[in-house]
């Protein structure tokens, strides 16, 4: 066999390594690309089924990238006065929130003393019940043994 015959041999083996790659990348292409179709589609049906999950998960995924990245400190110059500003308000929004349930509370009159007052009431029904039950389980079992 001569050089050149062996150089054409090995020129159509690479040309059908070659192709058998193209049609192997181009059949991984079409099956991401599908799936990736897929995954869109699930993740739009899961979102419409559930979109405060999604939030409070991109939420979590957000905290948890922003609490492992370090940040520069031109970030910190640039975002210290905004998380100031943003715990102020989230502290101030929480403290009015507590302030209102509290007043609402009130006025359907579930206070502290009027929550320990019912549950006295409760607790006094409760043992005035449990006694009555005795004493009828007793008076019938004393008319049962004198019969």
Do not use: C
């Not at 102020?88 to 359907?108: C, K």
């Amino acid at each position: 066999m001569t050089t050149e015959t062996q150089t054409e041999q090995q020129a159509d083996r690479l040309r059908d390594k070659l192709d058998q790659g193209r049609e192997t990348a181009s059949q991984a292409y079409h099956d991401a690309k599908d799936k990736a179709g897929e995954l869109a589609h699930k993740t739009a049906r899961t979102m419409e089924a559930n979109p405060l999950g999604i939030l409070v998960g991109g939420l979590a995924v957000g905290a948890i990238a922003g609490a492992l990245i370090p940040r520069s400190v031109r970030e910190k110059e640039l975002l210290s006065p905004l998380g100031k500003k943003l715990g102020e308000a989230i502290r101030q929004a929480t403290q009015a929130a507590r302030e209102t349930g509290l007043r609402e509370l009130e006025q359907a009159g579930l206070t502290k003393d009027a929550a320990k007052d019912r549950a006295k009431t409760l607790l006094d029904d409760v043992v005035k019940a449990a006694s009555t039950a005795g004493s009828a389980a007793a008076k019938a079992a004393t008319n049962k043994t004198t019969d």
